[in-house]
């Protein structure tokens, strides 16, 4: 990664912020998010199919966690975790009106 990117193994600080402005370039390597183009985030999307269906772009070698809550003044409760990739969507089959979801994205081990 750091070699596609930096052009060198040793060349990149993981504290750095990546070009998005946002994101540590740990975290841009972590969500498998291209560092250098200040247009590229780890992104979801949600859709009405059969309930809400919360989407994103998995990368190899990452597990995904979606989490929920109807109250952005209370904690997000797990409503999936350990998700392998290439699984990049959950839906959530008895959604409320007021739904906020949150996704977290980890390195497998």
């Known amino acids: 990664w750091e070699l596609l990117y930096f052009g060198g193994e040793t060349n990149a600080t993981p ?6 402005g946002i ?3 740990l975290e841009a390597y972590i969500a498998g998010i291209n560092p250098t183009n200040p247009a590229s985030f ?4 949600l859709t009405n199919e059969t309930g809400f269906v919360v989407q994103w772009n998995a990368t190899s070698g990452r597990v995904y966690s979606v989490f929920g809550t109807t109250n952005l003044q209370e904690s997000f409760q ?3 975790t ?14 409320n009106v007021e739904s906020f979801y949150r996704i977290d ?5």
């Open 42 to 45: 780890f992104e979801a999307s």
């Open 15 to 20: 504290t750095n912020i990546a070009a998005n």
């Open 23 to 25: 994101n540590t370039l």
């Open 82 to 95: 350990n998700i392998l990739w290439p699984q990049a969507s959950w839906t959530d089959n008895v959604p």
């Open 105 to 109: 994205v980890q390195l497998a081990d």
């Open 78 to 80: 797990p409503l999936e």
